[in-house]
């Protein structure tokens, strides 16, 4: 009878359900620093109904997201925003809107990184939608085996300096660049390793545009539009 027990209590032990962390951000005031860790399965940080969101001058973020199937999701309005999110696992969701309301001050000067270790990740960042970014610092790295993700960004500013480097294959890049632009212009810079994959770059503005792109492997389909 004691050792059915310890067997019952050992098949509980691995088919108790993984539980996940959530986390609902609303702030409201000038100056917000936030640092956030999670780490495990199906943890939120907001989501694709309810997004965190942040209004005020000033804000500075430090998210590391670890695990699968994790989602972040932040609006953001204010004068200035700088921050780096971090993502380590599978099949995870970041979506970041800085001036997605236009309520205040339009994020005039955006630095953002977001860094990510892992597959099959959706990453999509709107930096500018209703009033363009004075200046927006964009940069998106993913190490070496970020295989099949998909990266959409699309900035609106006056002076963009939008980075984005992936070693993996089959992945997905959709790049919208626009704004007037300053007499700097803007400056996209592209750097692929891996083989199958998709790149859609749109780059527009008045002034000076640029655009280095660097890419090493097989089957890769290549679009790019400039326009004054």
């Known amino acids: 009878m004691r050792?059915?027990?310890?067997?019952?209590?050992?098949?509980?032990?691995?088919?108790?359900?993984?539980?996940a962390n959530d986390i609902y951000v609303t702030q409201s005031g000038a100056t917000l620093t936030l640092d956030v860790l999670q780490d495990g399965q199906n943890n939120t940080i907001g989501n694709s109904?309810?997004?965190?969101?942040?209004?005020?001058?000033?804000?500075?973020?430090n998210i590391d997201q670890i695990g699968n199937s994790n989602v972040l999701t932040f609006d953001i309005n204010g004068a200035n925003y700088t921050?780096?999110?971090?993502?380590?696992?599978?099949?995870?969701?970041?979506?970041?809107?800085?001036?997605?309301?236009?309520?205040?001050?339009?994020?005039?000067?955006?630095?953002?990184?977001?860094?990510?270790?892992?597959?099959?990740?959706?990453?999509?960042?709107d930096?500018?939608?209703?009033?363009?970014?004075?200046g927006a610092n964009i940069t998106i790295a993913g190490a070496s085996g970020s295989?099949?993700?998909?990266?959409?960004?699309?900035?609106?500013?006056?002076?963009v300096i939008f980075t984005l480097s992936v070693n993996g294959d089959t992945n997905n890049f959709l790049v919208d660049i626009d704004g007037d632009g300053d007499s700097a212009g803007h400056?996209?810079?592209?750097?692929?390793?891996?083989?199958?994959a998709d790149v859609d770059i749109t780059q527009s503005g008045i002034?000076?545009?640029?655009?280095?792109?660097?890419?090493?492997g097989d089957n890769h389909n290549i679009d790019i539009i400039q326009r004054d």
Do not use: R
């Open 3 to 19: 050792n059915v027990t310890k067997i019952v209590m050992f098949l509980m032990m691995f088919t108790l359900p993984v539980m």
């Open 147 to 159: 295989d099949s993700n998909v990266i959409a960004g699309t900035v609106d500013g006056t002076s």
């Open 187 to 196: 400056t996209y810079i592209h750097t692929h390793t891996g083989s199958i």
């Open 49 to 61: 109904t309810t997004a965190s969101t942040v209004t005020g001058a000033t804000s500075n973020f």
């Open 207 to 216: 002034y000076d545009n640029m655009i280095t792109l660097t890419t090493s």
């Open 127 to 134: 930096v500018g939608e209703t009033a363009d970014a004075t």
């Open 83 to 125: 921050g780096v999110f971090s993502t380590t696992g599978n099949s995870n969701n970041i979506d970041f809107n800085c001036d997605s309301g236009g309520t205040v001050s339009s994020c005039a000067t955006v630095t953002a990184s977001i860094i990510w270790v892992g597959s099959s990740n959706d990453l999509d960042i």
